[in-house]
Nanobody
């Protein structure tokens, strides 16, 4: 399974971006898709996750109410709509796939290459 993340870029504080993560290559049986981010000098952290079967979602407190994760199973694609962006949201964003609803990096099996989001103040 390959995951391809896209949609990052430079945006002013208060702006919006939508990230996409397209999955391809083989049987895609992973039940959960997640978004993580890693800022310079910091550890990778959980942002949001969605269960592919029923669309159940959860979010990190830092993005709740501003970010929305969604999926299109027919396209094997997951999205992260990011609104009201803040400078502290600046990071490389990674999509990941795994078997269970987890916030832990090590429980996700497949990872995309990351896409950079920069929010200017």
């Amino acid at each position: 399974v390959q995951l391809q993340a896209s949609g990052g870029g430079l945006v002013q504080a208060g702006g919006s971006l939508r990230l996409s993560c397209a999955a391809s290559g083989g049987t895609f049986s992973n039940a959960v898709m997640g978004w993580f981010r890693q800022a310079p000098g910091k550890e990778r952290e959980f942002v949001a996750r969605i269960r592919r079967s029923d669309g159940i979602t959860s979010y990190a407190d830092s993005v709740k109410g501003r970010f929305t994760i969604s999926r299109d199973n027919a396209k094997n694609t997951v999205y992260l709509q990011m609104n009201s962006l803040k400078p502290e949201d600046t990071a490389v964003y990674y999509c990941a796939a795994g078997p269970r609803m987890s916030t832990r990096v090590h429980e996700y099996v497949y990872w995309g290459q990351g896409t950079l989001v920069t929010v200017s103040s």
